[in-house]
């Protein structure tokens, strides 16, 4: 079984400052790892996900995230945030290759964006 | 643009009533889940299904029920409402049953209150 840990709910930041979004995980086998961005009143939608291959990923909104295989990490970042970035944000893994495709996702992290 | 849509984004019902809440996607996905979002648990797995007239119960099926008689439509049932089942309701679908790499791709919601 795999878990996923969002270390803070509630992420405060002054616009123009850069953010990182912690993520962490713990899973018995290999996994592909997803962050997703919930708009005020909103669905979710995808960010970014690591599958394989380079461990910094580039999402949409200027987003990106490093994959740490021994930190059971994967943070999430922007070295400069706007208004209109508010919104929760969810770390969800699954497990690889050929592994079940039900996401487990974390309690999500509220980012504040201040003027 | 791939779609999910949900019927209703704004809900209210009465304890006891039989509530149906219906979710359609265009993207020709096998997969289907239906959550619950409560502030400060994250997204609950109520209900998934990997192929028509196929689900699985995901980890809070108590008191629901759910429904699929066509790939693109996934409909979600309250046998009888109550008050702790009010909610944000969320839809999403994803694509293959082998590709955990896939995302998943999320409704806006339905805001039920149960009074």
């Known amino acids: 079984a795999q878990s996923v840990t969002q270390l803070d709910s509630q992420v405060p930041v002054f616009e123009e400052a850069p953010v990182e979004l912690r993520c962490n995980y713990s899973?018995?086998?290999?996994?592909?790892l997803f962050w997703y961005v919930q708009y005020p009143n909103q669905g979710l939608q995808l960010l970014l996900k690591?599958?394989?291959?380079?461990?910094l990923v580039k999402g949409i909104n200027g987003f990106e995230a490093e994959f740490n295989k021994s930190q059971t990490s994967f943070h999430l970042r922007k070295p400069s945030v706007h208004i209109s970035d508010t919104a929760e944000y969810f770390c969800?893994?699954?497990?690889?290759?050929?592994?079940?495709?039900?996401?487990?996702f974390g309690r999500g992290t509220s980012l504040i964006v201040h003027p | 643009d791939v779609k999910v849509t949900q019927s209703s984004r704004y809900l209210v019902k009465r304890t006891g009533e039989k509530v149906f809440l219906e979710c359609v996607q265009d993207m020709d996905h096998e997969n289907m889940f239906w959550y619950r979002q409560d502030p400060g648990l994250g997204l609950r797995l109520i209900y998934f299904?990997?192929?028509?007239?196929?689900?699985e119960k995901g980890d809070i099926p108590e008191g629901y029920s759910v429904s699929r008689e066509k790939k693109e439509r996934f409909s979600l049932i309250l046998e009888s409402a109550s008050t702790n089942q009010t909610s944000m309701y969320l839809c999403?679908?994803?694509?293959?049953?082998?590709?955990?790499?896939?995302?998943?791709?999320f409704g806006p919601g339905t805001r039920l209150t149960v009074l």
């Open positions: 969800a893994v699954t497990e690889s290759p050929g592994g079940s495709y039900i996401p487990t």
């Open positions: 999403a679908s994803s694509f293959g049953t082998s590709g955990s790499y896939n995302e998943q791709f």
């Open positions: 690591y599958l394989s291959g380079s461990t």
């Open positions: 299904s990997y192929d028509v007239k196929m689900k």
């Open positions: 899973s018995s086998v290999s996994v592909y």
